[in-house]
C-alpha cells in the first residue's frame, strides 16, 4: 500500500482503517499525520451530526405503535399540578387591582397556564435538556409553528411542536442564569391580557403576542422578564400571515 | 400472550436503542426537525408491522434505516440517487486537503453539511452517525460500493474546502 492508496482511504474513512493501513501509518510520519489530522476532522463531523434529538421521541412512538403509555413521574406531575391548584387559591385569596389582572379575562388566562403546566407535566424531563438547539433548527421550528424568527430568543435547549390543550403550540425551554424556563407558544389562543402568578414552587406568565400567548413556566421568584421580552422581540408573524391580516395582538397587551 | 409481551419487549428495546439516530437521518435527509418526527414514527409504524420478519437483531439497525430511507422517498417521489460519479475516486485529486481541525465552529459546520447536495449529505450521514461501511451504504442505497465511497469522499472534500474558504486569514494562512 502506497501513500496515495493510504491517502485515499484516509479521506474517506479516517476511523475504519485496514491493517495494511495501520501497517503503512506505523512506517510513515507523513502519513500518520496526515491520519491524525483527518481522524480531528472526523471527530468535528460526528459532533456536528450529532444534533439535539425531541426529549420523549421514544415514548411517542411507543405510544402510537403499541399504545404503551410513557413512562412518567407521578411524583412531579403530582407536584406540579399541586402547584397550580395552590397558587391559583392564592390568587384568589390575595386582593388584586382589577388592572393588574382584569375580572372577566382572569380565568381564562388561568385555564391557559393550567393546561400549559398540565402539559409540562408529560414531558418533566424537558427542562434538564442541555443540548442547545443549533440555529438552523431553531429557525425551523418556528416556521413550523407558524412564526419568524427575527432576532436572537436566547439559548434554546428544547424545541418541539405539541399540541397543548385545544392550542397548535411550540415548546421550548430556555437557559437562565437562574434555572430553565419553559416557553410554550399557544397560537390561536385568545388575548386575555397578561398574567403574573408566582404560585408556591412556580412562576408561571401568560403574555399575549401576536395571534396567540406565551406562557412561560419557572420558578417560584424568579425574573423571567428578560426572556419574555428576548421572545416576543425575535418572533413575528411571517410576511405573508401578517399580509393577509393575520394580526398581532401586542398593541392589548398589559406589560 | 407471554409472546405477545416479549415481542412488545424487544420491539421496545429497539425504539430506545435507535429513535434518536433514526431522527437524525430524518432531520438530515428532510431537513425538517419535524418531518424528522414523522418519519420515525412511520418508521417504527412500518417495523412493528413487519416485526416477524426481522429475525435477526444484527440486521434492525440496517433494517430501520432502510426503511426510513424509503419513507423519506416516498415523501418526497425523491429522484434515484445519481450515480455518476460511480468512476476512480482520485483521477483528478492531487494532494489530500489540508484537515480542518484548526478552523470551523460546531454549529457553521451543520449548516455546511445542510447545504451539501442530497447525494453527498446522505451517505455521509449514513457513514458517520450510522456507523455503516461504504459496501453497507451501498447495499442500503442500491448502489456500488465505489460509488458511495466516491460520495463520501467528495462530502467530505466540500465541506472541508467550505471550511477552509470561510475561515479567518491567519488560520488559512498557515494551511495554504
Known sequence: MDCREVREQLATDALRLSPELKQHLQDCQLCRAAAERERAFARRLHVALMVPTPVGLADRVLWRTLGTRPKRSGLRRTGLLATLAAGLLVVALVPRTPEKIPTPRGPSAFELASISIDHLSHEPDTPLSTTVVPPPMLRAGFVQAGLALVGNPGEVRYLRPCPVGPYRSLHLVMADDEGPVTALYLRDSPNLGRLDLDGPEYRTVVRPHLNGNWVLIARRGQIITDIESALVNAVAMPPQLAANGYAGSDSQTHL | ?176
Do not use: C
Request: glycine share 6%.
Open chain 2, 1 to 176: 400472550m407471554f409472546g405477545d409481551l416479549f415481542r412488545q419487549r424487544r420491539f421496545e428495546a429497539l425504539v430506545r436503542a435507535h429513535n434518536d439516530e433514526l431522527w437524525r437521518l430524518g432531520y438530515y435527509l428532510s431537513r425538517d426537525p419535524m418531518v424528522a418526527e414523522d418519519l420515525v414514527q412511520e418508521t417504527f409504524l412500518r417495523a412493528w408491522r413487519a416485526f416477524d420478519e426481522l429475525r435477526e437483531a444484527a440486521t434492525a439497525k440496517a433494517w430501520l434505516y432502510t426503511i426510513l430511507r424509503r419513507e423519506h422517498a416516498r415523501l418526497y417521489e425523491r429522484q434515484r440517487p445519481d450515480t455518476s460519479d460511480d468512476e476512480t475516486l482520485f483521477d483528478r485529486q492531487e494532494d489530500p486537503a489540508p484537515g480542518p481541525e484548526d478552523f470551523g465552529q460546531i454549529d457553521e459546520l451543520r449548516t455546511l453539511i445542510m447545504e451539501l447536495p442530497t447525494k453527498y449529505r446522505e451517505p455521509l450521514v449514513l457513514q458517520v452517525i450510522g456507523g455503516f461501511s461504504t459496501e453497507e451504504i451501498g447495499a442500503m442505497t442500491g448502489q456500488s460500493a465505489n460509488a458511495v465511497q466516491v460520495q463520501v469522499f467528495r462530502a467530505r472534500q466540500k465541506l472541508k474546502e467550505k471550511l477552509k474558504n470561510s475561515s479567518p486569514r491567519e488560520v488559512r494562512h498557515g494551511l495554504s
